[in-house]
């Protein structure tokens, strides 16, 4: 975990490492019921696989940096890479995917950087974006259609699927995501038309809006027993919210805001992805500005660019300006009633 350079007083916290993403992983447990009620096991079975495969990889690398590895691997940090990705991928997404993104994260990403603490990026966003961008098509056509549970493939059926089944015998079950059906038939076709789509249900986006609302919930619970902080989440929200109603306001060219906080990857981004305590800003102000340039990214690359969902590729370009934002951001050194800031050496 990155440690924050400042002067005296220093606090301790009364969490280790563990207990904090062990209370991380209890609060995504009501968005994967709720992913798992409305899409069926897909997800479930994938959190399963990609956790099992991040500590794998951890221990592997590990024995061979010559680091303890019961020591590094009880941190449970593999284990959340690994769960993020579970919740992140397509509920059908084949097992070679998701072993592509696990492994990329935890090898490329996260250890030959130094391990937990000195890598720069997001891990479960660096393989989230790699497999998206070498595998479009399996990133893209294997989303599951919500439907509840009892009318979803059966675990065994799901399961041979991603392991090795036919995937032409799930066709009948997947559907484009709620953002990009809208998106692509927007172009052609009036707001009242494509919302007549299956994807979209009665609600905002069918089955979305409650697995963003149970991420929202989780999220608000880490809030409230402070293992992050308002900042960053707020200001995410609040930004893509405010480049919406700015530019987004004829829902017959651009989605509804109701969309871009209830469909796709938004709360589990803002609460659990954008806040990860390495890659992210530091201060209360620099998270301030870091979650509203995550925000305008996922806004801009939604509606403007090729991607429907842009959560991972605004986490990674804002990884990029932590460093920037860290140095013009500095927290209140203690006896002062200001940072100090810009340049050393420059004053004015």
């Known amino acids: 975990m990155s440690l924050v350079q400042q002067s005296s007083p220093h606090a301790h916290g009364a969490r280790p490492t563990s207990r904090v993403m062990l209370i991380v992983i209890l609060a995504t447990l009501p968005g994967l019921l709720a992913q798992t009620w409305f899409f069926g096991w897909g997800n479930l079975i994938n959190v399963v696989w990609c956790v099992l495969l991040a500590l794998g990889a951890e221990a ?3 024995k061979l940096r010559h680091k303890p590895v019961a020591f590094f691997l009880r941190d449970n940090t593999a284990a959340v890479t690994g769960l993020l990705l579970g919740l992140s991928l397509p509920q059908f997404a084949p097992w070679w995917v998701s072993a592509v993104a696990v492994i990329s994260a935890i090898v490329l990403a996260k250890q030959l950087y130094g391990g937990l603490g000195a890598n720069p990026f997001n891990p479960a966003m660096v393989g989230y974006a790699l497999v998206l961008v070498s595998f479009p098509v399996a990133m893209t056509t294997n989303w599951a259609g919500a439907v509840t549970l009892p009318d979803a493939p059966g675990f065994g059926e799901t399961l041979s699927t991603i392991f090795g089944g036919p995937q032409a015998g799930i066709d009948g079950w997947t559907m484009a995501t709620p953002l990009d059906e809208y998106k692509h038939k927007v172009a052609s076709h009036t707001a009242i038309e494509v919302l007549q789509h ?8 069918k089955g979305w809006e409650w697995v963003n609302g149970a991420f929202l919930l989780g999220g608000l619970a880490l809030v409230a027993l402070r293992i992050i902080t308002w900042h960053t989440p707020v200001s995410l929200l609040a930004a893509l919210g405010l480049m919406s109603l700015a530019f987004g306001s004829n829902p017959d060219q651009y989605a509804p805001l109701s969309l871009h906080l209830l469909a796709g990857g938004t709360m589990l981004g803002a609460f659990f ?6 890659s992210a800003a530091t201060s209360h102000q620099g998270k301030l500005i870091y979650g509203a340039g995550i925000g305008v990214l996922i806004y801009t690359i939604r509606s403007w660019g090729n ?4 959560v991972a590729f605004s986490v990674l370009l804002m990884n990029f300006a932590v460093p920037f934002i860290d140095h013009y951001t500095p927290p209140r050194t203690y006896g002062h009633h200001k940072p100090r800031r810009g340049i050393p050496g420059k004053t004015g």
């Not at 299956?198 to 986006?205: E, I, L, M, Q, R």
């Not at 991607?307 to 842009?310: I, R, S």
């Open 307 to 310: 991607y429907p969902d842009a």
């Open 273 to 278: 992805i954008a806040t990860d305590p390495v």
């Open 198 to 205: 299956p994807t979209f249900g009665a609600g905002v986006a």
């Open 60 to 62: 592997a690398m590990l």
